[in-house]
């Protein structure tokens, strides 16, 4: 009999100047990016601490902290890809994924796909196991204002047999 897990993960960052867009991986033309230790990538970052959520392996300051000069400026589908390494490691695997980027500016929906495909791709799975979902904040608060951008993910894994 398997058992059943569920991880929910929350990121949120300030748009600045001078960096490029990323968003589950995928670069998004604007003319500002997100802060961050590392790219600032807030989808990737959320679906991570899902991930690390659902397995009880604490959070991305935990195994990444941004005292560590290592992950200045690291690509945070690579800190994704060792959490779902962590992950196989324990004996899980990823049974779906269901994530929302919060953000008033750009628009975002011509790259959902985008964002989507990458995402299963770096989690290891088929494009129909990950949703994402594009959302604002009709102009309330510091994401309406276009200060930020924010996500939030839930994922659910499964322990393997005989793990």
């Known amino acids: 009999m398997s058992r059943v897990r569920v991880g929910q993960g929350v990121d949120a960052h300030r748009l600045v100047a001078g960096r490029p867009l990323r968003l589950g991986g995928v670069e998004i033309p604007h003319e500002r990016g997100l802060e961050g230790h590392s790219d600032g990538d807030v989808?990737?970052?959320?679906?991570?601490?899902?991930?690390?959520?659902?397995i009880g392996a604490g959070d991305l300051g935990?195994?990444?902290?941004?005292?560590?000069?290592r992950w200045r400026g690291a690509d945070s589908g690579v800190l994704l890809e060792a959490v779902v390494a962590l992950l196989r490691e324990r004996g899980f695997a990823i049974g779906n994924l269901d994530a929302t980027v919060i953000a008033q500016a750009p628009r975002l929906a011509p790259f959902r796909e985008a964002m989507r495909d990458a995402l299963?791709?770096?989690?290891g799975v088929e494009p129909g196991r990950v949703n994402?979902?594009?959302?604002?904040?009709?102009?309330?608060?510091?994401?309406?204002?276009g200060e930020g951008i924010a996500a939030q993910a839930v994922a659910l894994v499964e322990e393997r047999a005989g793990a």
């Open 43 to 54: 989808l990737l970052h959320a679906v991570a601490s899902a991930l690390l959520g659902a």
């Open 62 to 69: 935990t195994h990444f902290p941004s005292s560590d000069a």
């Open 120 to 123: 299963a791709k770096r989690l």
């Open 132 to 145: 994402v979902k594009i959302t604002s904040t009709d102009a309330l608060g510091a994401i309406g204002r």
